[in-house]
């Protein structure tokens, strides 16, 4: 196609902000195209795999804003000070779960403009690592220090007031997992950070309610607050007039809390400008108090009820009459609820993108009436529901054709046959996760075509190489395929898949019977294969490594990180997942 430099320049940073490892591909077809990837990529990820090039990147990639260290071994202060050497201005900065924090001042490495530092889980991390962020990140807007991996916890308020009287421009904090810190930490935030918009303290114990009180009245900008343990010494509850000076709240995360209905009403009766509000785990609460709550805020966009053990069907058809802005649904082991209580939903929401029923009893209804519906749902995760059957699956497909993301793993009753209906239905579909669906056990010889699929997971099902040859042909765009503990895959599927999947980055076989001889052969085969989890038991050669590197793949023994977070509903990731939808 024939469009002006400044055209493409303009679809490869779309491509860049979705997701920049689809950059590489562009930069393949052409010297333009190459040119113009190398100016526009804004993040990289310094790996083992990256860690030999290092030099080259950083003078090849001019444009980046944002550099994370993950997955590598070396001397993570060494490497800042070739990072230093590029003369980089980075905006964010990302060294979470590393062993220690490293030390900027010494290694040069510019920071005066960083304004975002995540040390989520570093080891080791303590106040004087919080003074040092204060005097060497200057302008520093969002923070996350949440969850040292340190017992006991070494941060204190001494480092958080210090912290707070050097960042006045800060804007985001999470200082959860941090469990020795007191009121006196909040209150130095809250006075000193005037233009605070949100705050993260879950699991900080010695948080009291008065400090919540004060945060919520003295900090005007705040726009999102969570915390966790309400209605549990030290925060026994909340006074009567707690909400009413959050004019600007419109986020409130209160998971794992003792909620009563009348902190509900008080919630309700604020009138704050609410657009996500979370309650997962919560207990003490009962239908009447969320039924009031939810009949005032009906502009909501993204609720969080999981654990909500006393919500029934006919309770959701009720409430469901103020979803009419939902975007975001979790309804998750809310053990009473069926299908029954799905279809009323999505019959009614019509602006409905993502559902998540994880470990509900979906299945078990009998749901005669037909619907007259094609919904607008992308992201359906029905994990843990072992009621859940072919039927029932296929029925969904026809409800919900747009979606692009499934997640029906350990649910025992769906056969080929339920996943051969949702490949006809759901054309768009661009993640499946069928992982120990034990009751698909093949694919068959069967017309299907996944042309947009990216991500497959099959962990522990009976899938076979006759599968993955299917697979092979009718799915050629996976980039994500984890194959864990599928025990009759051998080196004859996994050959098929690797020559005829051109994109493939990623593939899992632990537990696989692959021969271990064959990832030389692999690489080879497919130049996009970027990482490799092999059979129990094998362990590389330094040269096997080594070469693997210079064709940018990595042999892993950890398989955590296999998939893009794109793909995962786990956790508290709706924030990931919000994004995602909007």
Same mark, same amino acid.
């Given at each position: 196609m024939d469009l002006p430099e400044e055209c493409w320049e303009l679809i490869c940073k779309a491509i860049d902000e979705d997701d920049y490892r689809f950059l590489e591909s562009v930069s393949l077809v052409s010297t333009l195209f190459l040119s113009i990837t190398n100016r526009v990529r804004s993040t990289f990820v310094v790996t083992d795999r990256t860690l030999p090039f290092l030099n080259r990147h950083?003078?090849?990639?001019?444009?980046?804003?944002?550099?994370?260290?993950?997955?590598?071994?070396?001397?993570?202060?060494?490497?800042?000070?070739?990072?230093?050497?590029?003369?980089?201005?980075f905006e964010s900065v990302d060294v979470s779960q590393k062993r220690y924090f490293p030390d900027f001042e010494k290694s040069g490495m510019m920071t005066k403009n960083v304004k975002e530092l995540k040390c989520y889980g570093v080891g080791g991390f303590r106040d004087?690592?919080?003074?040092?962020?204060?005097?060497?990140?200057?302008?520093?807007?969002?923070?996350?220090?949440?969850y040292p991996n340190s017992i006991p916890s070494r941060v204190s308020d001494f480092g958080v007031i210090e912290l707070s009287s050097n960042l006045k421009g800060l804007l985001k904090i999470n200082i959860s997992g941090n469990s020795f810190i007191t009121d006196k930490s909040l209150i130095a935030l809250s006075q000193n950070c005037l233009l605070l918009r949100e705050i993260i303290f879950r699991d900080c114990d010695f948080i009291s309610s008065d400090c919540i009180k004060f945060v919520l009245r003295n900090s005007r900008n705040l726009e999102s607050l969570a915390i966790n343990g309400i209605g549990l010494r030290p925060r026994e509850s909340l006074s009567s007039d707690a909400f009413l000076f959050a004019?600007?709240?419109?986020? &409130?995360?209160?998971?794992?809390? !003792?909620?009563? @209905?009348?902190? $509900?009403? %008080?919630? =309700?009766?604020a009138k704050l400008p609410l657009k996500?509000?979370? &309650?997962?785990?919560?207990?003490? !609460?009962?239908? @009447?108090?969320? $039924?009031? %709550?939810? =009949?005032?805020?009906?502009?909501?966009?993204?609720?969080?009820?999981?654990?909500?053990?006393?919500?029934?069907?006919?309770?959701?058809?009720?409430?469901g009459m103020f979803f009419r802005s939902l975007i975001f649904l979790n309804l998750s082991f809310c053990s009473k609820l069926t299908g029954l209580a799905f279809f009323s939903i999505i019959e009614r929401c019509v602006s409905l993108r993502c559902v998540i029923m994880v470990g509900t009893n979906f299945g078990v209804e009998e749901y005669s009436k037909e619907l007259d519906i094609k919904s607008g749902i992308k992201f359906l995760y029905f994990s843990r529901n072992h009621n859940l059957r072919?039927?029932?699956?296929?029925?969904?497909?026809?409800?919900?054709?747009?979606?692009?993301?499934?997640?029906?793993?350990?649910?025992?009753?769906?056969?080929?046959?339920?996943?051969?209906?949702?490949?006809?239905?759901?054309?768009e579909l661009r993640s499946l996760d069928i992982s120990r669906c034990t009751g698909v056990r093949s694919l068959g010889v069967v017309d299907f075509e996944l042309p947009k699929l990216e991500s497959l997971r099959a962990c522990g099902t009976w899938i076979d190489d006759e599968a993955l040859d299917m697979i092979s042909k009718r799915c050629r765009g996976l980039l994500?395929?984890?194959?864990?503990?599928?025990?009759?895959?051998?080196?004859?599927?996994?050959?098929?898949?690797?020559?005829?999947?051109?994109?493939?980055?990623?593939?899992?076989?632990?537990?696989?019977?692959?021969?271990n001889k064959m990832f030389t052969w692999m690489v080879f085969a497919n130049p996009s294969l970027?990482?490799?989890?092999?059979?129990?038991?094998?362990?590389?050669?330094?040269?096997?490594?080594?070469?693997?590197?210079?064709?940018?793949c990595v042999i892993s023994q950890d398989s955590s990180e296999l998939l893009s977070i794109a793909y995962r509903a786990n956790g508290r990731d709706d924030d990931t997942l919000t994004r995602l939808i909007i």
């Open positions: 950083l003078l090849r990639f001019r444009s980046l804003k944002r550099i994370r260290f993950s997955d590598f071994n070396q001397d993570l202060n060494s490497i800042l000070l070739q990072v230093s050497r590029s003369g980089l201005d004087s690592d919080l003074v040092s962020i204060g005097v060497n990140f200057p302008f520093l807007e969002k923070l996350d220090i949440g004019r600007c709240l419109t986020e &409130l995360d209160l998971s794992d809390s !003792f909620l009563s @209905d009348e902190l $509900l009403c %008080l919630i =309700a009766d996500k509000l979370l &309650l997962s785990d919560c207990h003490g !609460f009962t239908f @009447d108090g969320i $039924l009031y %709550l939810l =009949a005032k805020y009906q502009t909501l966009v993204h609720l969080n009820l999981k654990g909500a053990n006393f919500l029934s069907d006919e309770m959701v058809m009720e409430l072919d039927e029932c699956l296929e029925k969904i497909s026809r409800h919900c054709p747009f979606l692009e993301s499934l997640d029906v793993a350990q649910c025992p009753g769906i056969t080929r046959d339920g996943i051969l209906e949702v490949s006809r239905n759901c054309g994500h395929l984890d194959l864990q503990g599928c025990l009759n895959v051998s080196s004859r599927g996994v050959k098929e898949v690797v020559q005829s999947c051109i994109r493939l980055r990623e593939i899992n076989l632990k537990y696989c019977e692959a021969d970027r990482k490799i989890v092999p059979p129990c038991g094998f362990s590389p050669t330094k040269k096997l490594e080594n070469f693997l590197l210079r064709h940018g």
